[in-house]
């Protein structure tokens, strides 16, 4: 839930779970002062996430009409989701699959809520992976005569499977603003994070050649700005003269993947908040 700062959000809150027998487990809680707040009427604003137990025989008809009510009288965007719940997501990949590997991986071992209703590709390399877990696979290439088209087809499939997430891991084509501006906010991205420094080829290649001393990841949402969306989750690492361009991909996409999945797991989980350009993480 998110609204404008005012007295009584929580108190008003709280006193409508307990009318309906809930139990309040966890409850994160996170003051923007005016001064640093994105809304446009110059309040404050008021995040909150809360996981309830809820008695057995739990009228949610009845408990969604109050939360509702409690909506229009603060004017809060706030959902109610379980949360067991498994977000339907459509992950996209080119080459290199060590992001999608994984993502299917952790989603087998229950440990990433996701839901995945396929997997979209502009190269074949990946397609005896997905298939042979049953996943279907969308091999659409990608040329500047046909990019308007495959991304219709894109936007098709996420209104065919409801998908309420789409994860770019590692799929090296940009996309049209159209597209990011449509389904803003439920779109990730993974990228390394020499970002500006590093753009284009072989990033980690060029990395080398500077002596960098650190290397990263950042996961963030698409937006038409490209790489500049707010950003999820991000890790660095350690490293030295003695690594080569090799090692330093192979450590890279390490931690290119542990970050993505982080991010997807905060993201599935509801503990992330867009703020504009920011974003409000309540995290483990």
Not at 36 to 60: H, I, K, Q, Y
Not at 141 to 163: F, G, H, S, W, Y
Not at 241 to 258: F, K, M, T
């Amino acid at each position: 839930m998110t609204c404008p700062d005012q007295p009584g959000v929580v108190a008003d809150l709280s006193a409508r779970l307990l009318s309906f027998g809930c139990n309040i487990l966890e409850s994160n809680q996170f003051f923007q002062p005016a001064a640093d707040s994105n809304r446009e009427d110059g309040l404050g604003s008021f995040f909150m996430r809360v996981v309830l137990a809820t008695p057995e025989g739990l009228d949610f008809a009845t408990l969604q009409s109050s939360i509702d009510e409690f909506a229009t009288k603060f004017d809060a965007n706030i959902s109610l989701q379980p949360a067991d719940k498994q977000v339907s997501t459509i992950l996209m990949v080119s080459k290199f699959d060590h992001c999608l590997q994984d993502i299917l991986y952790r989603v087998q071992k229950g440990t990433l809520p996701l839901d995945i209703k396929a997997v979209v590709s502009n190269h074949a390399d990946a397609r005896n992976t997905v298939e042979r877990l049953g996943i279907p696979f969308y091999l659409w290439p990608v040329t500047k005569d046909n990019k308007k088209e495959q991304e219709a087809k894109m936007d098709e499939l996420i209104e065919r499977t409801d998908a309420e997430l789409v994860v770019l891991a590692r799929y090296m084509q940009i996309l049209s603003d159209d597209l990011s501006s449509k389904h803003f906010g439920k779109i990730i991205n993974i990228h390394h994070s020499f970002l500006p420094a590093f753009k284009g080829a072989k990033p980690y290649h060029r990395a080398w050649e500077r002596g960098v001393k650190l290397i990263g990841a950042t996961a963030h949402y698409v937006t038409p700005d490209l790489d500049e969306g707010p950003i999820i989750e991000q890790d660095t690492e350690r490293v030295n003269h003695a690594y080569n361009p090799d090692e330093l991909v192979s450590r890279g996409r390490d931690i290119e993947a542990r970050v993505l999945s982080r991010a997807l797991r905060l993201h599935a989980e509801g503990r992330v908040f867009i703020d504009g350009h920011r974003t409000v993480v309540f995290s483990k």
